[in-house]
């Protein structure tokens, strides 16, 4: 996948995707702090833990699209994808169009790569712990009901994201994130603007967007857009169904 063959542009979205899981099973931590009368720590420490009834297994039509070269070349596809309970992810696209190279070397190449990370069993490695991450709640930062946790990844990896989670002001529910990615993916690459948007359906946190905008050498700007439509979530019928 990341062979000497591989696009510039498909390193950094593969790569941006890794730093995004696409499970909230991931956003467990395993080292919460326990609550205390700190609003602070009371707050991330509640962020840490509200990830629950966690994300186990699912059935979702995802429309995935990507340009490059400033909008020049595109390509888009739309996929069933699969989260068995056991942990194995698979996907069947359903239609495709747009340039050849966006589809395979992007949009296929993310889910191929989504799939190869839960063979491997990767999710730990981008996890929103605090093993991975030091938190701070920042009290000045808020957007509605929203406020912001700012993440500082505790080492450089294409894998973690320096920016912030907002998150709901009474129960601390993740709602949005924001960031670049704390390490280059390639030479090729000066920065990855990711935005995740997330949502319950039937009471379980779930990503419904991702928006990825990088600015790549010789290339320009290149953006990656994947939403979520819901058909089973942990088993049940979504209430659009």
């Known amino acids: 996948m990341h062979s000497e063959h591989s696009s510039p542009l498909a390193i950094v ?27 602070t720590v009371d707050t991330v ?9 966690a994300l ?44 050849n190279l966006i589809r395979e070397r992007v949009l296929h190449a993310a889910l191929l790569e989504e799939q190869q990370n839960y063979d491997n069993d990767r999710l730990g490695e981008s996890a929103f712990t605090r093993d991975n991450y030091n938190f701070q709640l920042d009290e000045s930062a808020r957007d509605g009901d929203l406020v912001r946790i700012d993440l500082a990844p505790r080492r450089k990896s294409q894998l973690l994201i320096t920016g912030a989670a907002f998150v709901r002001r009474d129960d601390a529910d993740l709602v949005k994130i924001e960031g670049i990615l704390s390490k280059r993916p390639s030479f090729w690459t000066r920065k990855v603007q990711m935005t995740r948007q997330y949502a319950r359906i039937n009471g379980v946190r779930v990503p419904i967007d991702v928006r990825l905008d990088a600015d790549v050498k010789l290339v320009g700007d290149s953006t990656f857009e994947m939403t979520y439509q819901y058909q089973t979530i942990n088993g049940r019928q979504t209430d659009s169904n």
């Open 13 to 39: 979205f593969i790569a941006a995707l890794l730093a995004a899981p696409v499970t909230t099973v991931a956003l467990i931590a395993t080292d919460p702090l326990k609550t205390t009368s700190q609003p």
């Open 45 to 53: 420490a509640r962020f840490l833990e509200s990830a629950q009834p």
């Open 56 to 99: 186990t297994e699912y059935r979702a039509l995802r429309h995935l699209e990507a340009s490059s070269r400033g909008g020049k070349m595109t390509g888009q596809l739309d996929a069933w994808t699969k989260l068995k309970a056991d942990g194995t992810f698979t996907f069947e696209v359903v239609q495709e169009s747009g340039s």
